[in-house]
């Protein structure tokens, strides 16, 4: 049976596109566990595979089920939990923001909501000429830049929005016509149309460009994909192309954000600047929230009553995303990423296993490409072994951990995934 995890699963089989939802051969035999199979396979919707693991509390890079097994975390709720499980920083954030003011409509400002603004458009670099909108999920935040895109108009010809095959950008209809997984799109068709997707390289890019595009969307490592990285030069030529063509260069930065691959975006490593950057899952640490941010003239499209959301930029949300921002700022996240990522690949690439192949990805953003399809047993072996990775597809393996990671995360990591790769 399945137990693919990713939101990206294109596979055919019945049990697909679980989120998060790490599979086991693992018995699970106590009453308690049966029980909360039966419930599951019952009422929540069949778009979910049942789980074979059932957590139940978390504390930094470990969770424990509900037998009292721990596992040590290198998913992070894939690339959610920057800061872990249960931070006292974002801990006391929420709880406080809770206590004080959870939601006020978009009828009213609060500090919480500016100053995660702020704090925003200071990272990506957009500046005093960026502004954000807060959606409440990555779906919802490429749900706006969709529209962003469809109101650079030209005088009426830029029809058309560029994509890349086999990008992830989610599964509302909006962003699903921007996803480049035609399993995933066919069973919801008619999507909204004028979305074109293209290989990713640059002489696709340099052939489709024209005037007529209003937008390409990009997402900067392929995670749900395996963790594919773009061509040498793609993101540099893509800036060059869009700027020549007054195109919106629209990064999805919604799983490379916030410090995962060793900068703060992606984007950074090929030293470029976008029009407009997708966020999500990283920037608060597990509560919901999602954020569209532009740059430039990008900033300039929207007007009033265009776009909205009833929870988007709540004061609870934004604070969560204050708290975990201004953490990974005080405790030197983003280079924590760089070389906890260095070092993480160096264990990967100690291990003399035939099964191991390219690694791929930035900074802890890691895939492990194998020479085999054995990604799921692999992953069920590590889960069996007290680790928590990730199975995109048969071939690769994903390595999301929290941002903290240390030391004694990583040597734990080097003797469970030693002892899953032995096992197989
Ligand atoms: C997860 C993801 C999304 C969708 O985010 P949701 O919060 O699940 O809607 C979009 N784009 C990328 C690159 C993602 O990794």
Not at 69 to 87: C, M, P, Q
Not at 143 to 163: D, I, M, Q
Request: charged share 20%; hydrophobic share 40%; proline share 4%.
């Amino acid at each position: 049976m399945s137990t693919d995890s990713t939101d990206g699963n294109t596979s055919t089989d019945d049990n697909v596109s679980t989120d998060g939802n790490v599979g086991t051969d693992g018995n699970v035999s106590t009453d308690i566990t049966a029980d909360w199979n039966a419930r599951f396979g019952h009422t929540m919707m069949r778009t979910l595979a049942t789980p074979k693991v059932m957590l139940a509390r978390g504390e930094g890079c470990r969770v424990w089920d509900v037998d009292g097994k721990e596992y040590l975390d290198f998913l992070g709720g894939i690339a959610v939990n920057s800061l872990g499980h249960a931070h006292p920083v974002l801990v006391d954030a929420v709880s406080r923001q809770i206590a004080t003011l959870a939601h006020v409509s978009n009828y009213f400002a609060t500090p919480p909501q500016l100053e995660l603004a702020e704090r925003l458009t200071r990272v990506t670099g957009a500046g005093a000429g960026g502004r954000v909108y807060f959606g409440n999920s990555g779906a919802e935040a490429n749900e706006a830049a969709f529209k962003l895109a469809r109101l650079n108009k030209g005088n009426g010809h830029r029809t058309r929005v560029l994509a890349l095959n086999n990008a992830f950008h989610g599964r509302t209809m909006g962003s699903l016509a921007l996803t480049g997984k035609p399993p995933m799109r066919a069973p919801f068709e008619p999507l909204p149309g004028g979305v074109e997707h293209i290989e990713s390289t640059i002489a696709a890019l340099e052939a489709a460009i024209d005037d007529h595009v209003a937008a390409l969307f990009i997402e900067p490592i392929k995670g749900e994909a395996g963790v594919l990285d773009l061509p040498e030069g793609f993101l540099r030529r893509a800036r060059e192309l869009t700027e020549q063509h007054g195109a919106l260069l629209i990064i999805d930065e919604i799983q490379t954000g916030v410090g995962r691959t060793g900068r703060w975006f992606a984007y950074e490593h090929a030293g470029i600047t976008p029009d407009a950057v997708t966020i999500a899952k990283g920037i608060a640490g597990g509560v919901p929230i999602g954020a569209l941010v532009t740059f430039g003239w990008a900033s300039e499209l929207f007007s009033r009553g265009q776009h909205g959301s009833t929870f988007g930029g709540n004061p609870l949300a934004t604070a969560a995303g204050n708290a975990v921002l201004k953490e990974i700022e005080d405790a030197g996240l983003v280079e924590n990423a760089a070389r906890r990522g260095d070092e993480l690949r160096a264990i990967i690439r100690s291990f003399d296993s035939p099964l191991i192949g390219e690694l791929r990805g930035q900074g802890l953003l890691v895939g492990i490409g194998l020479t085999d399809g054995e990604a799921h047993r692999l992953s069920d072996a590590a889960l069996a072994n007290g680790l928590i990775i990730n199975a995109p597809n048969e071939s690769s393996i994903r390595l999301a951990p929290p941002l903290i990671v240390g030391d004694d995360e990583l040597s734990g990591f080097r003797e469970r995934f030693g002892r899953a790769l032995a096992s197989l």
